[in-house]
């Protein structure tokens, strides 16, 4: 059961930079693609992405929050855009999330030195494959939903030095409104810092190999054994007609 919408600790601003021009997918279009309520470091966050299939990639790199000596610092935004099935066969299935990062803590410390990854929002389906839904339907997710590997809470003295750490996320949209054709994606994306005197707490979302950040729409499946359906009907009469 998706959660609660995560409420981000820190005062938000509200200006909008539009991230990209809009992008076509393999069966999706990707419009509206922004940043809101950014705060911490300037804008933008997540950068410009660029697009591959039905994937929007972003490879940011001022995503960072950094604290020392009893300092607290958060850094977050909220990404949103809209997606539009291509085809009329074309559904959508599914939204997937994932994301890496490293983070450092250094210092003779307690779990008062630390750094935090928090995720949450909302995909609201505004229309399927029959038109428009008569009730927008509304999925919420947070932190609960997400993977985290190893953690999305890092402490002393349990956790010094570097660690390399991954999020996924998997939102299910079929099993909640079949043959979705619209939705609007919006999420919180924050990173936290906090320490004490005498430690140093780093965190930052930083490519490996690859992107940094990777969101993709997934096909519905039964729209393609909707046409190879189709073409097997086809080719009955054809048959029939030859014999």
Wanted: hydrophobic share 40%; net charge negative.
């Amino acid at each position: 059961m998706l959660g609660g919408l995560a409420v981000l600790v820190a005062a938000a601003s509200a200006s909008a930079t539009a991230t990209s021009s809009d992008y076509t997918g393999t069966n999706f279009d990707f419009t509206g693609i922004q940043e809101t309520s950014t705060f911490g470091d300037p804008e933008p966050l997540f950068g410009a992405p660029t697009g591959s299939g039905n994937q929007l990639l972003f490879f940011p790199t001022n995503f960072t929050a950094s604290a020392g000596g009893g300092s607290f610092d958060q850094t977050g935004a909220q990404l949103q855009l809209m997606v539009q099935a291509l085809g009329p066969l074309d559904t959508i299935e599914a939204f997937s999330l994932t994301e890496a990062g490293d983070t450092s803590l250094f210092g003779s410390g307690t779990g008062a030195t630390g750094t935090f990854i928090g995720l949450g929002g909302t995909i609201t389906v505004l229309e399927d494959i029959g038109g428009v839904l008569p009730v927008a339907q509304i999925i919420t997710f947070d932190d609960s939903d997400v993977v985290y590997s190893p953690s999305n809470v890092f402490t002393l003295p349990s956790d010094p030095g570097t660690t390399g750490w991954t999020a996924s996320l998997y939102v299910d949209i079929a099993a909640i409104v079949p043959n979705a054709t619209k939705i609007q994606i919006g999420f919180d994306n924050n990173l936290s810092a906090f320490s004490e005197v005498g430690t140093a707490a780093s965190i930052q979302k930083k490519a490996v190999s690859g992107p940094t950040i990777v969101l993709e729409v997934i096909p519905e499946p039964g729209t393609f054994l909707l046409v190879a359906t189709g073409l097997i009907a086809l080719a009955i009469p054809a048959r029939r007609n030859r014999a």
